[in-house]
């Protein structure tokens, strides 16, 4: 069984950093690209970012400027794992990030079509006080 399984969310204060995971099982993470969502509380669930299977090209959502320069994705093919760097958090960060994993390439639509990915993880949530 295909699973993600996300980690690395909780509570900080505003200007601190989180490392979020994603691990694989069941299926092989390098052979897929990854998208980050986020969905902040009450609203809906938006892509941030996709990284191709390569890792050579990561693409961020026409919504997501503002995590340009603090958010950064990278994997670690050996664990299975992806990890999304995220610095300088600011209260409007807050909401639950999920991973998701599709083909090879990120798509069209990837950050608002949620059929294009094949797996999803359970969530993490981070929470950035003021």
């Known amino acids: 069984q295909s699973r993600l399984v996300e980690s690395g969310g909780g509570l900080v204060q505003s200007g601190e950093s989180l490392r979020l995971s994603c691990v694989a099982s069941?299926?092989?993470?390098?052979?897929?690209?990854i998208a980050w969502f986020r969905q902040a509380p009450g609203k809906q669930r938006l892509g941030v970012l996709c990284q191709d299977s390569s890792g050579r090209n990561t693409m961020y959502s026409d919504s997501s400027d503002s995590v340009k320069g603090r958010f950064t994705i990278s994997r670690d093919n050996a664990k299975n794992t992806v990890y999304l760097q995220v610095n300088s958090l600011k209260p409007e960060d807050t909401g639950t990030y999920f991973c998701?994993?599709?083909?090879?390439?990120?798509?069209?639509?990837?950050?608002?079509?949620?059929?294009?990915?094949?797996?999803w993880g359970q969530g993490t949530q981070v929470t950035v006080s003021s």
């Open positions: 998701a994993a599709t083909g090879l390439f990120c798509g069209g639509g990837w950050a608002v079509n949620r059929n294009n990915y094949d797996v």
């Open positions: 069941g299926f092989t993470l390098e052979r897929y690209a």
